[in-house]
């Protein structure tokens, strides 16, 4: 009996293992449609605010999947898949252009652009990158590429020689969901990048009455005193937006500031912005 019931267990995993694989496959096929045949894509922005002044900075560009059957997908069901399917370059590619079209018109200081490790390890990406904002002509300095820490960690000088070309563009870089992963405060100087964006685990952990966290002080000391701006992710409440403003954090991303929206609340934001 109990082989038998092992046998069956065996059977209902592999049965399931070939659901998840060929779930996988389609899945890549439909994405690769996706790409070549456009429509499906969209971006979502998110605004960015200086602390101080309460002041619209920015806003970076998030994509999301119109599918077709399963409705509208978060970018955590597809872009792992994209990564390991070499996909990425494409849809990053879509990604850049469409954000630059999009925002160039808009009155805002910085678009920032996430970019995956396997985007960056390709040696034609910061001309890629080039071409790209000459085609859409969009101000290289008007762009802030988003980057996390474990882009540099393998082998190889094309992650670093990357971001050294950009960098001569006059795009900035920004080290994202730093704290998480391969993040060594000693390695930071090293790294040549504009700015750190504060995960939002550390921001999520700044509670009532907690008297804040050791660990963002300092963070947010450190990247001060070698020079680099600081934005703080995840922000959701006015206990975290006031321990972030008193420990000197440039800049608050969050649900409490301003969630993910479509380019047309975009425009009437920048619009009331301006006053
Ligand atoms: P990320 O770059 O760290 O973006 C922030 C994520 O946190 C977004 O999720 C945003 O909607 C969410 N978020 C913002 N404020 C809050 C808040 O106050 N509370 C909570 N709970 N969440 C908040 P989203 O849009 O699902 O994106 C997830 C991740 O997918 C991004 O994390 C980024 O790493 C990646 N991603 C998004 N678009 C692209 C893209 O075009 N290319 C690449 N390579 N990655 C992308
Ligand atoms: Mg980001
Ligand atoms: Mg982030
Ligand atoms: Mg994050």
């Not at 993040?183 to 930071?188: C, G, I, P, R, V």
């Amino acid at each position: 009996v109990a082989k038998k019931g092992g046998r069956g267990r065996f059977a209902f995993f592999a049965d399931e293992m070939d659901a998840f694989v060929k779930d996988r496959q389609s899945l890549e096929a439909e994405l690769r449609a996706a790409l070549s045949e456009g429509g499906q894509l969209e971006l979502a922005y998110q605004p960015t605010f200086a602390t101080h002044s309460g002041k619209l900075s920015g806003v970076e560009a998030l994509v999301r999947w119109r599918h077709p059957t399963k409705g509208l997908l978060m970018p955590g069901t597809f872009i792992p898949l994209a990564e390991d399917t070499g996909l990425i370059e494409r849809l990053g590619e879509w990604v850049l252009a469409e954000a630059a079209r999009t925002a160039g018109a808009w009155p805002i200081e910085r678009l920032a652009v996430n970019v995956s490790q396997g985007q960056l390890k390709n040696p034609g990406f910061a001309d890629k990158v080039k071409a790209i904002l000459a085609e859409t002509g969009f101000e290289p300095d008007r762009l802030e590429l988003e980057i996390t820490e474990s882009s540099f960690a393998g082998n190889g000088p094309e992650a670093k020689d990357n971001v050294a070309k950009l960098r001569d563009q006059g795009i900035r870089i920004a080290l994202d969901d730093f704290g998480t992963g391969y993040s060594s405060l000693s390695h930071l100087r090293d790294l040549d990048v504009d700015r750190i964006k504060i995960d939002s685990s550390f921001t999520s952990a700044i509670l009532p009455g907690a008297g804040g966290s050791a660990i963002i002080r300092a963070i947010i000391d450190l990247a001060r005193a070698i020079g680099l701006n600081v934005t703080a992710e995840g922000v959701e409440t006015d206990e975290q937006r006031s321990f972030l403003s008193s420990v000197g954090c440039h800049e608050l991303q969050g649900y409490l500031l301003g969630r993910p929206m479509s380019a047309g609340q975009v425009s009437r934001l920048v619009e009331t912005a301006k006053g």
